[in-house]
T-cell receptor, first 109, second 114 residues
């Protein structure tokens, strides 16, 4: 069975500090990994996906198949990064996402 | 383009009743997925419809069902409501071209079962 684990429910850092949101997954095949973000009073939206290998809003995430991890990183946090972040997994091209429990990130001024 | 819309936004029902939720995808999107979000279980996949056919199904009892119409609009139905069905129900639509496409989420329908 596929499973996504986000070990931190809450994460608080100061503005300008580095941020790392952890995500680990379990799946025996080759998954597609995503980070979704939900800002206050907004819809859930895609932040980035591992396959595109791009940086969005300064965030990057590298898929580490050996450690089955897909941690989200940003070198310098900004106040507007405060939001709920969900790591998600999809398998075999299916339009089905398995989500982690989410991490609420708070950036303190 | 208008985003994914869901109606109604809020619903209050009592145990034993049934409920129908509606989702209108982004124009041109043919896949609609449904998710249940609760504080305890988080976001859980219910099912996905594409071209009026259910393609994927999550681990929910048969009381949860859905359908998709020829215009890609989708409905989900929950029969014999239980207190534990209280949740935010999200639908998401995607274009479906290639291996995987971004899912665009609606604002959700908040269902409260009393």
């Amino acid at each position: 069975a596929q499973r996504v684990t986000q070990p931190e429910k809450l994460l608080s850092v100061f503005k300008g500090a580095p941020v790392e949101l952890k995500c680990n997954y379990s799946y025996s095949g080759s998954p597609e990994l995503f980070w979704y973000v939900q800002y206050s009073r907004q819809r859930l939206q895609l932040l980035l996906r591992h396959i595109s290998r791009e940086s969005i809003k300064g965030f990057t995430a590298d898929l580490n198949k050996g450690e089955t991890s897909f941690h989200l990183k940003k070198p310098f946090a900004q106040e507007e990064d405060s939001a709920m972040y969900y790591c998600a997994l999809s398998t075999q091209g299916a339009q089905k996402l398995v989500f982690g429990q989410g991490t609420r990130l708070t950036i303190n001024p | 383009k208008a985003g994914v819309t869901q109606t109604p936004r809020y619903l209050i029902k009592t145990r034993g009743q049934q409920v129908t939720l509606s989702c209108s995808p982004i124009s041109g999107h043919r896949s609609v997925s449904w998710y249940q979000q609760t504080p305890g279980q988080g976001l859980q996949f219910l099912f996905e419809y594409f071209s009026e056919t259910q393609r994927n199904k999550g681990n929910f009892p048969g009381r949860f069902s859905g359908r998709q119409f020829s215009n890609s609009r989708s409905e989900m139905n929950v029969s014999t409501l239980e207190l534990g069905d209280s949740a935010l129900y999200l639908c998401a639509s995607s274009l479906v071209q290639g291996k995987y496409n971004e899912q665009f989420f609606g604002p959700g329908t908040r269902l409260t079962v009393l």
